[in-house]
């Protein structure tokens, strides 16, 4: 069964530094890996989608992330935080058994953007 | 309009009462679904609809009820309410197909007391 590992609950950076942000996937399939995003009092928005064409995805908001088959991982970065970038990030792994279209996701990560 | 609207935005009910949070979307999307999230536990699904007769269970199911009453309305009841329910819960649709990606609803903050 696929799952998702988000290291960290929360993170914290100063404006105009970089984010990093960490997701571990376990798939017995080759995967889809997706990133959402959530503001405050908002439902989540999809930031990007890995969907096995580049492994460098670009997504909205100047934010990307690679794919690692060898470390299984999907980290999302962005290379100058801003402050309306401090939101909650969800990492999440299509559900491969069965084209279910299911997305398992992970515990995620809050991002504080200090002035 | 949105394109997936769930209603209400906040709930408050006691312990026992039944309650319906409702969705309904517009991108003329066949899949839906219904997740609730915690903090520190992410997003976890509770039910599943591919089309008006496919419905289907999630992790998390015990304690809720569904009903796809169209292709663009799908409910989540709680049959009797108590205060582990307490939650945000979120609707979402998709395409076919595991590259889609969810559309979601702005989220239904339910708490029991």
């Known amino acids: 069964a696929q799952s998702v590992t988000q290291l960290g609950s929360h993170v914290s950076v100063s404006e105009g530094a970089l984010v990093l942000l960490r997701c571990n996937y376990s798939s017995s399939v080759p995967p889809y890996l997706f990133w959402y995003v959530q503001y405050p009092n908002q439902g989540l928005q999809l930031l990007l989608k890995y969907t096995s064409a580049a492994t460098l995805v670009k997504g909205i908001n100047g934010f990307e992330a690679e794919f690692k088959k060898s470390e299984t991982s999907f980290h999302l970065t962005k290379p100058s935080a801003h402050m309306r970038d401090a939101a909650e990030y969800f990492c999440?792994?299509?559900?491969?058994?069965?084209?279910?279209?299911?997305?398992?996701f992970g515990q995620g990560t809050t991002l504080q953007v200090k002035p | 309009d949105a394109d997936v609207t769930q209603t209400p935005r906040n709930r408050i009910t006691k312990t026992g009462k039944r309650i319906m949070l409702e969705c309904s979307q517009t991108?003329?999307?066949?899949?839906m679904y219904w997740y609730r999230q915690d903090p520190g536990l992410g997003l976890r699904l509770i039910y599943y609809s591919f089309d008006v007769k496919d419905i289907n269970k999630g992790e998390i199911s015990d304690g809720y009820s569904v009903s796809r009453q169209a292709q663009a309305k799908f409910s989540l009841s709680l049959e009797s309410a108590i205060p582990n329910q307490t939650a945000l819960y979120f609707c979402?649709?998709?395409?076919?197909?595991?590259?889609?990606?969810?559309?979601f609803g702005s989220g239904t903050r339910l708490t029991v007391v």
């Open positions: 999440a792994v299509s559900d491969g058994a069965g084209n279910t279209g299911k997305l398992i």
């Open positions: 991108k003329g999307h066949d899949r």
């Open positions: 979402a649709t998709s395409d076919p197909g595991q590259a889609r990606g969810y559309t």
